[in-house]
Nanobody, 121 residues
Framework: QVQLVESGGGLVQAGGSLRLSCAASGHIFAIEVMGWYRQAPGKQRELVADIGGNESTNYADSVKGRFTISRDSAKKTVYLQMNSLKVEDTAVYYC???????????????WGQGTQVTVSS
């Protein structure tokens, strides 16, 4: 089994910063991509940022220049540094991993349990 465990959410004032972490554990052969999604009340889950094994990154337009995604492959951990937070960044943030559990398996999507980020005005 694969587990993704997030940490670092919380309440912050607009303009502040938070850092999210997500550690993958379990039977993992390879991690193709790790990323962060978010879901605000009444809205669909959306990609915030992701990072590939070659360190290539992808960001939602709404967070470019404010958020930075990084990963520590040895620790199977992905981070999301969130600066200049806005009220509209308020959401539950979910860690995602596209993971291969053994050499002959396909890559599957795995999700963390979610961590709440609330930005107050």
């Amino acid at each position: 089994q694969v587990q993704l465990v997030e940490s670092g959410g919380g309440l912050v004032q607009a303009g502040g910063s938070l850092r999210l972490s997500c550690a993958a554990s379990g039977h993992i052969f390879a991690i193709e991509v790790m990323g962060w999604y978010r879901q605000a009340p009444g809205k669909q889950r959306e990609l915030v940022a992701d990072i590939g094994g070659n360190e290539s990154t992808n960001y939602a337009d709404s967070v470019k220049g404010r958020f930075t995604i990084s990963r520590d492959s040895a620790k199977k951990t992905v981070y999301l540094q969130m600066n200049s937070l806005k009220v509209e960044d308020t959401a539950v943030y979910y860690c995602n991993g596209r993971i291969q559990t053994w050499v002959y398996s396909f890559v599957d999507d795995y999700w963390g349990q979610g961590t709440q980020v609330t930005v107050s005005s």
